[in-house]
Each structure stands twice: as structure tokens, then as C-alpha cells.
């Protein structure tokens, strides 16, 4: 993909934080967006907010858990606009606390947000990008967690590596078509997430069953807190340059390097 002029972009977990600030982005570079988000009255101000800055702009209430209410996105998308360009998987929770302590419902609501949302757009959306031909790309937003799991956050990490995982396989399997792939892997940034129970079902606990969100959870694989605007833009340079792993801190190399010598370690003792 060469500039976003014209292109069409979709957005979920789009009313706020990265989501937000990367559909700003893309607007402001020429970009028709639809944000998603299961927040009515976010996605309502987010969308009025860019349309009257002239960006052309529609917010469609989904839920990334159900497929339906992704498919619906999908048509959303193509009644408005006639095209997709770009899907942004970025809707996300997290769930605090030693892994020992996850209830089922802990597992299901991380896993039905985290790691099916992603799915389900892949399925509602690339089928259809793929038969037009156009340029396209689909970015995941994973996290550092989800290359070097911290504690605390075990179906956080586990999710954020299937992720990881999905973004990788895309990157491969996509070669030869018009469509790219990229993962953003950031570090601590400015957004909702640690209040994301908020938004959790009855049927899975509801916003009561949130755990007690401390930051020396995060051990020392946090790093500075980036605003999500600077992130929106390492994000867009990632899409044009069709780079896989889009790191959001330097800080965090070495952690992940730490974790590859010991699993290239671990083959001394391989059979």
C-alpha cells in the first residue's frame, strides 16, 4: 500500500485509545474509516468528533465476540463505502491476577475478545478483500505480552500470543496477494485497558468480577508510557512498509532476546 488517500479503514475497539488515535491518523491522510466499538456513546462522540473535522466517518455498536455482530461490521462496511482496505483488530481486555487464581469465566472473556475478535474479523472481512484485489491490510494489536509473557496477566499473555500467532501466519500465507499484515507488540500505552472490565458480560462475571489492577504487577516489562498518538503513527508507517512486527519501546529488546537465548539454550539438551 502505497498512501491512504481514498482507501477505506476499519477500526474496532475504535472509540478510544489506540484505536481512536490510529483512525484519526488515517482520516487525516485521507482515509474513510468506520470505527467499531461496543461502546454506544463513545463510538457516537468519536464519530461526530471526525466527522466534523471532515472526515468522512460512520460508528457501528459490535460486540468482536459474536461473528454475527462482526459480519454485520463487515456489511456495515461494504453498504457504506463499497470497500475495505484496512482492518485494525484492536478491541481488547485484560483480566489482572496470578494465573492460578483465573476463574473459566476469566478464560472465556479474554479469550472471546482477545483471540476470537481477531478470528472472527479475519473470517468476516479478508474473503471479501481478497476476491476485489485491492491494496489491503490487516494490523492485530497484540502486545509485548504476547512475545514475552509478564506475570499477573496469564490469559492476557496466552491470548496476545495466539494474536501474535495469527498475524504471523497472515504475513505468510497472504504473499503473492495485494494484502499485508502487521502486529503491533507495544509496551505500557496511555488507553482504557486497565479499566477494560467495564464492559464485561453479566453472563461472564459482569464489571464486578474485575481484579484489583496494581501496577507493580507489571514487574519491570511495562516500559514508559506512550501516548497512543505516538503509536498511531508507528502503526501507519508499519502498513506502508508491510513490516510484520511493529514495536512500539526499544526498551524492550532485551527482554526479548532474554527469552530467545534460553529457548535456543534449551536445544543443547534436544535429542
Given at each position: 500500500?502505497?498512501?491512504?488517500?481514498?482507501?477505506?479503514?476499519?477500526?474496532?475497539?475504535?472509540?478510544?485509545?489506540?484505536?481512536?488515535?490510529?483512525?484519526?491518523?488515517?482520516?487525516?491522510?485521507?482515509?474513510?474509516?468506520?470505527?467499531?466499538?461496543?461502546?454506544?456513546?463513545?463510538?457516537?462522540?468519536?464519530?461526530?468528533?471526525?466527522?466534523?473535522?471532515?472526515?468522512?466517518?460512520?460508528?457501528?455498536?459490535?460486540?468482536?465476540a459474536d461473528?454475527?455482530?462482526?459480519?454485520?461490521?463487515?456489511?456495515?462496511?461494504?453498504?457504506?463505502?463499497?470497500?475495505?482496505?484496512?482492518?485494525?483488530?484492536?478491541?481488547?481486555?485484560?483480566?489482572?491476577?496470578?494465573t492460578q487464581?483465573?476463574?473459566?469465566?476469566?478464560?472465556?472473556?479474554?479469550?472471546?475478545?482477545?483471540?476470537?475478535?481477531?478470528?472472527?474479523?479475519?473470517?468476516?472481512?479478508?474473503?471479501?478483500?481478497?476476491?476485489?484485489?485491492?491494496?489491503?491490510?490487516?494490523?492485530?494489536?497484540?502486545?509485548?505480552?504476547?512475545?514475552?509473557?509478564?506475570?499477573?496477566?496469564?490469559?492476557?499473555?496466552?491470548?496476545?500470543?495466539?494474536?501474535?500467532?495469527?498475524?504471523?501466519?497472515?504475513?505468510?500465507?497472504?504473499?503473492?496477494?495485494?494484502?499485508?499484515?502487521?502486529?503491533?507488540?507495544?509496551?505500557?500505552?496511555?488507553?482504557?485497558?486497565?479499566?477494560?472490565?467495564?464492559?464485561?458480560?453479566?453472563?461472564?462475571?459482569?464489571?464486578?468480577?474485575?481484579?484489583?489492577?496494581?501496577?507493580?504487577?507489571?514487574?519491570?516489562?511495562?516500559?514508559?508510557?506512550?501516548t497512543a498518538?505516538?503509536?498511531?503513527?508507528?502503526?501507519?508507517?508499519?502498513?506502508?512498509?508491510?513490516?510484520?512486527?511493529?514495536?512500539?519501546?526499544?526498551?524492550?529488546?532485551?527482554?526479548?532476546?532474554?527469552?530467545?537465548?534460553?529457548?535456543?539454550?534449551?536445544?543443547?539438551?534436544?535429542?
Open positions: 500500500m502505497k498512501d491512504f488517500k481514498g482507501k477505506v479503514a476499519v477500526v474496532t475497539g475504535g472509540a478510544s485509545g489506540i484505536g481512536l488515535a490510529v483512525a484519526k491518523a488515517l482520516g487525516a491522510k485521507g482515509a474513510k474509516l468506520v470505527l467499531a466499538d461496543i461502546e454506544k456513546s463513545a463510538l457516537d462522540g468519536a464519530a461526530a468528533a471526525l466527522n466534523n473535522a471532515g472526515i468522512e466517518t460512520i460508528g457501528v455498536v459490535t460486540n468482536v461473528r454475527a455482530s462482526v459480519e454485520a461490521l463487515a456489511d456495515a462496511t461494504w453498504k457504506r463505502f463499497g470497500a475495505c482496505n484496512i482492518v485494525m483488530h484492536n478491541a481488547g481486555v485484560a483480566v489482572f491476577g496470578a487464581d483465573m476463574t473459566h469465566n476469566d478464560w472465556r472473556w479474554s479469550i472471546d475478545v482477545n483471540l476470537w475478535g481477531p478470528v472472527h474479523g479475519v473470517e468476516a472481512f479478508l474473503p471479501r478483500m481478497l476476491k476485489e484485489g485491492q491494496d489491503g491490510h490487516m494490523v492485530f494489536t497484540a502486545s509485548f505480552a504476547g512475545i514475552v509473557p509478564n506475570r499477573a496477566l496469564g490469559p492476557y499473555n496466552v491470548t496476545k500470543a495466539g494474536v501474535v500467532a495469527l498475524a504471523e501466519s497472515l504475513h505468510k500465507d497472504l504473499r503473492g496477494t495485494p494484502i499485508g499484515a502487521s502486529v503491533l507488540c507495544p509496551m505500557r500505552v496511555k488507553t482504557n485497558i486497565d479499566n477494560s472490565t467495564r464492559n464485561r458480560p453479566e453472563e461472564l462475571g459482569g464489571p464486578a468480577a474485575a481484579h484489583p489492577y496494581e501496577d507493580a504487577d507489571s514487574g519491570n516489562l511495562q516500559g514508559r508510557t506512550l498518538d505516538e503509536t498511531a503513527q508507528l502503526v501507519l508507517n508499519g502498513i506502508l512498509a508491510n513490516r510484520l512486527y511493529l514495536h512500539t519501546h526499544k526498551e524492550a529488546r532485551p527482554f526479548f532476546e532474554g527469552r530467545a537465548r534460553k529457548i535456543a539454550e534449551a536445544f543443547d539438551a534436544a535429542l
